[in-house]
């Protein structure tokens, strides 16, 4: 009985395990089945409003209807998979999703297969022996579809080059018009290019100036082509004449960052065209130098060691220390001389006691500086070191200058007195000479 018991238990056993096995679960694709199973019956709207958020639900409805449909694949251009012989409407609204859903499509309708290759040449790979109007097509979005055509006819070389220019390189022996059509979309791709004639290197550097460096030996009218196209063309040219230069310059100032040792004429040029370049001129000369600080005398920054005469046009020359050159100033009363003399700054005490110099200041223009406060012993000459912080700017348009000292001074316990006198000086500049004398 117990054996029986223990035989009956294990095929028990062994047939829950088998049906377990076979299926007892339900698997996902059962799942899922039962899960969306209610679309089989649902309503129109319902069956629309699940495939509008999932195309895939399509698969779940029986017999789905052509709004359906439609709505399916424009949510998921793959689901046309799921529909057995879909109409050309619904072909197409599948690629526009997803170009690609035309895999999915058995012999595709004429215009689904040019509206995939106008949207992406590359999608030709889909279609099988695709005819002339559709390997133009593929060609015209997508240049480089030439590659994967034997023996392209002259239509669709050009399509091709005039797509990309670069697709001349795939194109066996191409002839003058192909070649013109490719370095018309590049010029560049002349370097595919064996032994262009003139037209053709005209061509190239019309479309792109730069393309003169593909050029060998370019002729001076392909140079002067290429630098009216370009402003960096030059730096391509080898030894570009005046002529090249002037015509480069002429169309973009900046051509100059370009010429080596530009002469005068082409440093001439450049200035008046835009006087800011002079910063990329070696050794400018004068004329160029003059003509710049006349049109902005803060361009002097780029001069190096201007001249004086220079600075002078540019209203910026060297600072200098007016009483240096002051030929002579004196202020005095019977206390106090202040005088200037050779450049040399003196307080002289006429009294027999000693002499305390409160302060003593000097005027320039609109200028005061403060010296600091000395004694004088009786009957004594002090010196005093010229303030050369206080500097002016000469300037050729404006030679007047006023230049004086005040003096605060206080004699023993006497009171305070004060001495104050200014002049006007005029100053004249001679070569790299400065003269300055007192005004009438």
Known sequence: MRKEFIVGLCVSVLLIGLNGCMGGQPSYEEQQENKYSYLKTANKAVQLAAVKQNGHMLRYIKNPDKEVQLAAVKQNGYVIQLIDNPDKEL????????KEAIKYIKNPDKEVQLAVVKQDGAAIKYITNPDKELQLAAIQQNGNMIRNIKNPDKELQLAAVQQNGHMIRYITNPDKEVQLAAVKQNGHVIRYITNPDKEIQLAAVEQDGQAILQIKNPDKEVQLTAVKQSKDA???IINPDKEVQFTAIKHNAKAIL???????DVQLLVVQKDPRLIRYLKNPSKQVQIIVVQKDPNLIKYIENPTK???????????ISFADYVPNYRLSNKDIEIKIENGKLTVTNNTKEFMKVLSLSEYLQEDIFSYSPFKVSPEGIHTVNINRLNTLKLNKLKNRVLFGYAVEYKIGNKPIKNLYRTYDYIYTIKGNDIYIKKAK
């Not at 072909?91 to 997803?98: G, I, N």
């Open 91 to 98: 072909q197409l609204a599948a690629v526009k999703e997803d």
């Open 234 to 236: 030059i730096k391509y």
């Open 309 to 319: 005469e220079i600075q002078i046009i540019a209203g910026k020359i060297i600072e």
């Open 258 to 264: 370009h010429i080596t040792n530009p002469d005068k």
